[in-house]
Nanobody
């Protein structure tokens, strides 16, 4: 029901646009979040957009990542910029009926996960 895409390999300082195509769920009823998981690390929430369009970010990505939605297409995007090695991870989009303030800090609030898309940052 959630299909993430757009990952790839970039140089440090590079940028990507990740996409999450959503089916069977309405953006009017779910918050959509992006999580990431690097090898050996826990999955962490990086950005979330509420059903009202409010944006929420983890401190580590504020000013570099931008989440947006296209309700007509039922898609959510994550523009990631100024990438560094710490941003390298598998990125997942996820849906939750909870508020972003909760979803962003606990993966247990997620009801639906998409498959991941890999972001690699290396020179």
């Amino acid at each position: 029901q959630l299909q993430a895409s757009g990952g790839g390999s970039v140089l440090p300082g590079g940028s990507l646009r990740l996409s999450c195509e959503i089916s069977g769920l309405s953006l009017r009823h779910y918050a959509i979040a992006w999580f990431r998981q690097a090898p050996g690390k826990e999955r962490e929430g990086v950005a979330c957009i509420s059903h009202e369009g409010g944006e929420h970010y983890a401190d580590s990505v504020k000013g570099r990542f931008t989440i947006s939605s296209d309700n007509a297409k039922n898609m959510v995007f994550l523009q990631v910029e100024s990438l560094n090695a710490d941003d390298a991870a598998v990125y997942y989009c996820a849906a939750s009926p909870s508020i972003c303030e909760v979803v962003l800090h606990t993966a247990r609030a997620v009801f639906h996960w998409g498959q991941g898309t890999l972001v690699t940052v290396s020179s």
